[in-house]
Antibody, heavy 122, light 107 residues
Framework: EVQLVQSGAEVRKPGESLKISCKGS????????IGWVRQMPGKGLEWMGIIHPADSDTRYNPSFQGQVTISADKSISTAHLQWSSLKASDTAMYYCARPHSESSGYNAFDIWGQGTMVTVSS | YVLTQPPSVSVAPGETARITCGGNNIGNKNVHWYQQKPGQAPVLVIY???DRPSGIPERFSGSNSGNTATLTISRVEAGDEADYYC???????????FGGGTKLTVL
Protein backbone atom coordinates (compact mmCIF):
# COMPACT_ATOMS: atom_id res chain seq x y z
CA GLU A 1 0.00 0.00 0.00
CA VAL A 2 1.30 3.41 -0.96
CA GLN A 3 1.31 5.70 2.03
CA LEU A 4 2.86 8.74 3.63
CA VAL A 5 3.19 8.71 7.40
CA GLN A 6 3.92 11.95 9.18
CA SER A 7 5.46 12.63 12.55
CA GLY A 8 3.29 13.48 15.52
CA ALA A 9 1.87 16.73 16.81
CA GLU A 10 4.32 19.32 18.13
CA VAL A 11 4.04 22.16 20.63
CA ARG A 12 6.78 24.78 20.62
CA LYS A 13 7.44 28.29 21.90
CA PRO A 14 8.03 31.26 19.61
CA GLY A 15 11.63 31.44 18.49
CA GLU A 16 12.23 27.71 18.79
CA SER A 17 13.23 25.48 15.91
CA LEU A 18 11.34 22.47 14.60
CA LYS A 19 11.67 19.73 11.98
CA ILE A 20 8.73 17.52 11.05
CA SER A 21 8.89 14.45 8.86
CA CYS A 22 6.99 12.52 6.22
CA LYS A 23 7.98 8.92 5.47
CA GLY A 24 6.96 7.30 2.22
CA SER A 25 6.40 3.59 1.73
CA UNK A 26 4.93 1.21 -0.80
CA UNK A 27 6.54 2.92 -3.80
CA UNK A 28 9.91 4.09 -5.09
CA UNK A 29 10.48 7.19 -2.96
CA UNK A 30 13.02 8.69 -5.34
CA UNK A 31 10.66 8.55 -8.32
CA UNK A 32 8.01 11.00 -7.16
CA UNK A 33 8.10 14.58 -5.93
CA ILE A 34 6.82 15.28 -2.41
CA GLY A 35 4.87 18.42 -1.59
CA TRP A 36 3.93 20.27 1.59
CA VAL A 37 0.60 21.99 2.21
CA ARG A 38 -0.34 24.26 5.11
CA GLN A 39 -3.79 24.61 6.61
CA MET A 40 -4.19 27.21 9.31
CA PRO A 41 -7.00 26.66 11.82
CA GLY A 42 -10.37 27.05 10.14
CA LYS A 43 -8.76 28.14 6.87
CA GLY A 44 -8.05 26.76 3.42
CA LEU A 45 -5.16 24.90 1.83
CA GLU A 46 -1.90 26.62 0.89
CA TRP A 47 0.78 25.05 -1.34
CA MET A 48 4.16 25.55 0.30
CA GLY A 49 6.55 23.81 -2.04
CA ILE A 50 7.86 20.54 -3.45
CA ILE A 51 11.04 18.51 -3.42
CA HIS A 52 12.35 15.69 -5.59
CA PRO A 53 14.06 13.21 -3.27
CA ALA A 54 16.38 11.87 -5.97
CA ASP A 55 18.38 15.10 -6.21
CA SER A 56 16.72 17.40 -3.64
CA ASP A 57 15.57 19.79 -6.37
CA THR A 58 13.25 22.09 -4.42
CA ARG A 59 10.66 24.67 -5.48
CA TYR A 60 9.02 27.06 -3.04
CA ASN A 61 5.87 29.12 -3.04
CA PRO A 62 7.33 32.66 -2.81
CA SER A 63 5.15 33.23 0.25
CA PHE A 64 7.09 30.55 2.11
CA GLN A 65 10.57 31.06 0.64
CA GLY A 66 12.97 31.90 3.46
CA GLN A 67 10.38 31.03 6.10
CA VAL A 68 10.77 27.24 5.97
CA THR A 69 13.20 24.69 4.59
CA ILE A 70 12.10 21.60 2.69
CA SER A 71 14.55 18.72 2.56
CA ALA A 72 14.64 14.99 1.91
CA ASP A 73 16.76 12.01 2.95
CA LYS A 74 16.35 9.37 0.29
CA SER A 75 18.25 6.80 2.35
CA ILE A 76 15.34 6.64 4.77
CA SER A 77 12.54 7.62 2.32
CA THR A 78 11.70 10.68 4.36
CA ALA A 79 10.96 14.30 3.56
CA HIS A 80 11.23 17.08 6.12
CA LEU A 81 9.82 20.52 6.75
CA GLN A 82 11.71 22.71 9.15
CA TRP A 83 11.68 26.09 10.81
CA SER A 84 14.64 27.84 12.43
CA SER A 85 12.58 30.31 14.43
CA LEU A 86 8.88 29.61 14.85
CA LYS A 87 6.21 32.29 15.13
CA ALA A 88 2.72 32.03 16.56
CA SER A 89 1.42 32.46 13.01
CA ASP A 90 3.07 29.13 12.08
CA THR A 91 0.38 27.36 14.09
CA ALA A 92 -1.30 25.10 11.56
CA MET A 93 -1.80 21.59 10.26
CA TYR A 94 0.90 20.61 7.80
CA TYR A 95 0.32 17.91 5.21
CA CYS A 96 2.80 16.17 2.96
CA ALA A 97 1.45 14.80 -0.30
CA ARG A 98 2.57 12.92 -3.41
CA PRO A 99 1.54 13.74 -6.98
CA HIS A 100 -0.39 11.10 -8.90
CA SER A 101 2.28 11.06 -11.61
CA GLU A 102 6.05 11.14 -11.40
CA SER A 103 6.24 13.34 -14.47
CA SER A 104 5.82 16.58 -12.54
CA GLY A 105 5.73 17.89 -9.01
CA TYR A 106 2.90 20.18 -10.04
CA ASN A 107 0.45 17.37 -10.73
CA ALA A 108 -2.54 16.68 -8.52
CA PHE A 109 -1.77 15.15 -5.13
CA ASP A 110 -3.42 11.75 -4.83
CA ILE A 111 -1.58 10.45 -1.77
CA TRP A 112 -1.64 12.51 1.44
CA GLY A 113 -0.10 12.10 4.84
CA GLN A 114 -2.34 12.24 7.88
CA GLY A 115 -1.09 15.70 8.79
CA THR A 116 1.10 17.09 11.57
CA MET A 117 -0.40 19.73 13.86
CA VAL A 118 2.13 22.35 14.89
CA THR A 119 1.18 24.65 17.75
CA VAL A 120 3.36 27.64 18.58
CA SER A 121 2.46 29.35 21.81
CA SER A 122 4.23 31.04 24.65
CA TYR B 1 -3.07 33.59 -9.99
CA VAL B 2 -6.31 33.93 -8.08
CA LEU B 3 -8.98 31.24 -7.87
CA THR B 4 -12.42 32.24 -6.66
CA GLN B 5 -14.86 29.77 -5.14
CA PRO B 6 -18.22 30.45 -3.50
CA PRO B 7 -17.89 30.07 0.28
CA SER B 8 -20.89 27.77 0.49
CA VAL B 9 -23.27 25.68 -1.56
CA SER B 10 -26.36 23.96 -0.20
CA VAL B 11 -28.28 21.16 -1.84
CA ALA B 12 -30.93 18.63 -0.87
CA PRO B 13 -30.14 14.91 -0.92
CA GLY B 14 -30.57 13.42 -4.37
CA GLU B 15 -30.13 16.76 -6.10
CA THR B 16 -27.12 17.98 -8.09
CA ALA B 17 -24.46 20.22 -6.57
CA ARG B 18 -22.31 22.45 -8.74
CA ILE B 19 -19.24 24.08 -7.24
CA THR B 20 -17.46 26.66 -9.34
CA CYS B 21 -13.86 27.79 -9.46
CA GLY B 22 -13.21 31.04 -11.29
CA GLY B 23 -9.91 32.22 -12.71
CA ASN B 24 -8.56 34.22 -15.62
CA ASN B 25 -8.59 31.86 -18.64
CA ILE B 26 -8.72 28.89 -16.30
CA GLY B 27 -9.93 26.88 -19.28
CA ASN B 28 -6.31 26.86 -20.48
CA LYS B 29 -5.11 25.23 -17.29
CA ASN B 30 -5.49 21.82 -15.67
CA VAL B 31 -7.81 21.95 -12.67
CA HIS B 32 -7.82 19.48 -9.80
CA TRP B 33 -10.46 19.13 -7.09
CA TYR B 34 -10.17 17.89 -3.52
CA GLN B 35 -12.73 16.92 -0.90
CA GLN B 36 -11.89 17.48 2.75
CA LYS B 37 -14.06 16.28 5.60
CA PRO B 38 -13.59 17.63 9.15
CA GLY B 39 -10.49 16.30 10.83
CA GLN B 40 -9.30 14.48 7.71
CA ALA B 41 -6.68 15.00 5.05
CA PRO B 42 -7.90 16.13 1.62
CA VAL B 43 -8.89 13.51 -0.94
CA LEU B 44 -8.43 13.98 -4.68
CA VAL B 45 -11.78 13.60 -6.42
CA ILE B 46 -11.09 15.06 -9.90
CA TYR B 47 -7.81 15.71 -11.72
CA UNK B 48 -7.00 17.15 -15.13
CA UNK B 49 -10.39 18.90 -15.22
CA UNK B 50 -12.52 15.78 -15.49
CA ASP B 51 -10.61 12.57 -14.68
CA ARG B 52 -11.66 10.55 -11.66
CA PRO B 53 -9.15 8.65 -9.51
CA SER B 54 -9.98 5.05 -8.85
CA GLY B 55 -12.45 4.65 -6.04
CA ILE B 56 -14.19 7.97 -6.63
CA PRO B 57 -17.88 7.49 -7.53
CA GLU B 58 -19.07 8.36 -11.03
CA ARG B 59 -21.39 10.88 -9.38
CA PHE B 60 -18.37 13.20 -9.27
CA SER B 61 -17.53 14.93 -12.53
CA GLY B 62 -15.69 18.02 -13.67
CA SER B 63 -15.59 20.50 -16.52
CA ASN B 64 -13.47 23.49 -17.40
CA SER B 65 -13.95 26.22 -19.97
CA GLY B 66 -13.36 29.91 -20.33
CA ASN B 67 -13.00 31.51 -16.93
CA THR B 68 -14.80 28.85 -14.89
CA ALA B 69 -14.15 25.27 -13.84
CA THR B 70 -17.00 23.31 -12.27
CA LEU B 71 -17.17 20.31 -9.99
CA THR B 72 -20.53 18.56 -10.32
CA ILE B 73 -21.81 16.08 -7.78
CA SER B 74 -24.90 14.21 -8.94
CA ARG B 75 -27.40 12.49 -6.64
CA VAL B 76 -25.85 14.14 -3.61
CA GLU B 77 -25.63 12.07 -0.44
CA ALA B 78 -25.21 13.13 3.17
CA GLY B 79 -21.68 11.72 3.06
CA ASP B 80 -20.71 14.27 0.40
CA GLU B 81 -20.93 17.07 2.95
CA ALA B 82 -17.42 18.50 3.07
CA ASP B 83 -15.16 21.35 2.00
CA TYR B 84 -14.11 21.28 -1.65
CA TYR B 85 -11.00 22.95 -3.05
CA CYS B 86 -9.89 23.57 -6.61
CA UNK B 87 -6.20 23.72 -7.52
CA UNK B 88 -4.24 24.81 -10.58
CA UNK B 89 -0.63 25.16 -11.66
CA UNK B 90 0.21 28.38 -13.42
CA UNK B 91 3.05 27.42 -15.76
CA UNK B 92 3.92 31.04 -16.50
CA UNK B 93 4.91 31.66 -12.90
CA UNK B 94 5.51 28.08 -11.68
CA UNK B 95 3.04 28.75 -8.89
CA UNK B 96 0.45 26.33 -7.56
CA UNK B 97 -2.71 27.87 -6.16
CA PHE B 98 -5.68 26.53 -4.25
CA GLY B 99 -9.07 28.14 -4.31
CA GLY B 100 -10.43 29.40 -1.02
CA GLY B 101 -12.71 26.39 -0.62
CA THR B 102 -16.44 25.79 -0.75
CA LYS B 103 -18.41 24.24 2.08
CA LEU B 104 -21.02 21.87 0.69
CA THR B 105 -24.01 21.47 2.99
CA VAL B 106 -26.50 18.68 2.39
CA LEU B 107 -29.85 19.91 3.66
Amino acid sequence: EVQLVQSGAEVRKPGESLKISCKGSGYSFTTYWIGWVRQMPGKGLEWMGIIHPADSDTRYNPSFQGQVTISADKSISTAHLQWSSLKASDTAMYYCARPHSESSGYNAFDIWGQGTMVTVSS
Amino acid sequence: YVLTQPPSVSVAPGETARITCGGNNIGNKNVHWYQQKPGQAPVLVIYYDSDRPSGIPERFSGSNSGNTATLTISRVEAGDEADYYCQVWDSSTDHVTFGGGTKLTVL
